[in-house]
């Protein structure tokens, strides 16, 4: 399996607070990416990043910011949840070229804005 | 802006027959990825493909990708319980940028 570690797996929060969620890979992949797994409308990107500090905007990035200062981390930062933003939440990385062109994923995180 | 399109959303199938699940897509694309999530986990790979024709077969699994028509399929052969998932397709939004964008996913259960 590939090296992903999304943190923390479970959170619940209350509206207007700020979060953030880490993953972390080992895999030296320069590819990473946030989504949002909501029923009824598959996965949607949030952000994702083709290198350290080279991010950009996926299809539902409002309200969401992103940092990447290292290969190996890329954080994803709500900065006042709203309700809206309960969801699970993925990280993937990808590699290019190979066996490694497509998407590895981390066992999600369940975000809970109360 | 892109969109990727799954049919049908849902289906109920019973062992040992086949079916077709279908993946449009509105971009220029020649790649197409098919992810298998089984409830309450993550997802994982089960095809690559990377030109016009391509086809892979894995099992009772076949994907295939035509990408003039801008369509690809997931074939299912003599349905068992297993393959009770639900099954995403992704497609890479600009081509060469690897900004995967996917469907709204198809959602298999295989009764006995």
């Known amino acids: 399996d590939a090296g992903i570690t999304q943190s923390p797996r479970h959170k619940v929060t209350e509206t207007g607070t700020p979060v953030t969620l880490r993953c972390h890979q080992t895999?030296?992949?320069?590819?990473m990416y946030w989504y949002r797994q909501d029923p009824g409308h598959g996965l949607r990107l949030i952000h994702y990043s083709y290198g350290v500090k080279d991010t950009d905007k996926g299809e539902v990035s409002d309200g969401y910011s992103v940092s990447r200062s290292k290969t190996e981390d890329f954080l994803l930062t709500l900065e006042s949840a709203t309700s809206s933003q309960t969801s699970v939440y993925f990280c993937?990385?990808?590699?290019?070229?190979?066996?490694?062109?497509?998407?590895?994923f981390g066992s999600g995180t369940q975000l809970s804005v109360l | 802006e892109l969109k990727v399109e799954q049919n049908p959303l849902f289906l109920s199938m019973q062992e040992g027959k086949n079916y077709t699940i279908y993946c449009n897509y509105s971009t220029t694309s020649d790649r197409l990825y098919w992810y298998r999530q089984d409830p309450g986990k993550s997802l994982e790979s089960l095809f690559v493909l990377l030109s016009n024709g391509a086809v892979k077969q894995e099992g009772r699994l076949m994907a295939s990708l035509d990408t003039k028509a801008r369509l690809s399929t997931l074939h299912i052969t003599a349905a068992v319980h297993d393959l009770s998932a639900t099954y995403f397709c992704a497609v890479d939004g600009r081509k060469g940028t690897y900004k995967y964008i996917f469907g709204t996913g198809t959602r298999l259960k295989v009764l006995a």
């Open positions: 993937a990385i990808s590699g290019t070229g190979g066996l490694d062109e497509k998407l590895f």
């Open positions: 895999e030296n992949h320069r590819y």
